[in-house]
């Protein structure tokens, strides 16, 4: 089991940026994780936004912030981040990082086992 804690939200206006980060613990080595980003809004499913493997550099984006939002890792201090630019008020949500264990770079949410408690994102008009 590992502990994931996001920190980065916040109130921007439309067409600005963010940049999310996820601190990743419990374990020595994550090099078997794949880290993903998932965001909730009111009343809607959760969805996924991007997802990295911890062991190389393959990344998989949602085509709803695909050339906007960037996933990047530290593997020196255990963190994941989540780089968003040109944001939409349609991006308001609460984003959550996740984590499981093996290769597949999945957007479906019932294969993360680990969950973060979320960072609120709003973005006005």
């Known amino acids: 089991q590992v502990q994931l804690v996001e920190s980065g939200g916040g109130l921007v206006q439309a067409g600005g940026s963010l940049r999310l980060s996820c601190a990743v613990f419990g374990r020595r080595t994550f090099s078997s994780y794949v880290m993903g980003w998932f965001r909730q809004a009111p009343g809607k499913e959760r969805e996924f936004v991007a997802a990295i493997r911890w062991n190389g550099e393959s990344t998989y984006y949602a085509d709803s912030v695909k050339g906007r939002f960037t996933i990047s890792k530290n593997n020196a201090n255990n963190r994941v981040y989540l780089q968003m630019n040109s944001l939409k008020p349609e991006d308001t949500a609460v984003y959550l990082c996740?984590?499981?264990?093996?290769?597949?770079?999945?957007?479906?949410?019932?294969?993360?086992?680990?969950w973060g408690q979320g960072t609120q994102v709003t973005v006005s008009s």
């Open positions: 996740a984590a499981r264990v093996g290769g597949v770079l999945t957007k479906e949410k019932e294969s993360y086992d680990n």
